[in-house]
Nanobody, 114 residues
Framework: QVQLVESGGGLVQPGGSLRLSCAAS????????MGWYRQAPGKQREWVAL???????NYIDSVKGRFTISRDNAKNTVYLQINSLKPEDTAVYYC????????WGQGTQVTVSS
């Protein structure tokens, strides 16, 4: 089972940017879909972005134009570039192998506050 470790979260002011990373313990080159999810306090976990090996990306409407998901199969790493951060983006962000029984990381906290 491939293990995932997220990093890159932190405290940032509204309008700021962060780059989240998700490092996998094994090869992700044969994994079709990798995704980022987030869970805000008191809310359910929600899907944020998806990247397939074919290069297709999809985003939840609330982050379109601000978030960019990418992957580097050679480094076994998935990234989430998040720009123009808003307070409502505050959440724990998780990386996930999008398939039945796919691994989740432990999450990285993103806090947007002035």
């Amino acid at each position: 089972q491939v293990q995932l470790v997220e990093s890159g979260g932190g405290l940032v002011q509204p309008g700021g940017s962060l780059r989240l990373s998700c490092a996998a313990s094994g090869s992700i080159s044969t994994i079709n879909a990798m995704g980022w999810y987030r869970q805000a306090p008191g809310k359910q976990r929600e899907w944020v972005a998806l990247h397939t090996n074919g290069g297709t990306t999809n985003y939840i409407d609330s982050v379109k134009g601000r978030f960019t998901i990418s992957r580097d199969n050679a480094k076994n790493t998935v990234y989430l570039q998040i720009n123009s951060l808003k307070p409502e983006d505050t959440a724990v962000y998780y990386c996930h192998i999008v398939r039945s029984g796919g691994s989740w990381g432990q999450g990285t906290q993103v806090t947007v506050s002035s």
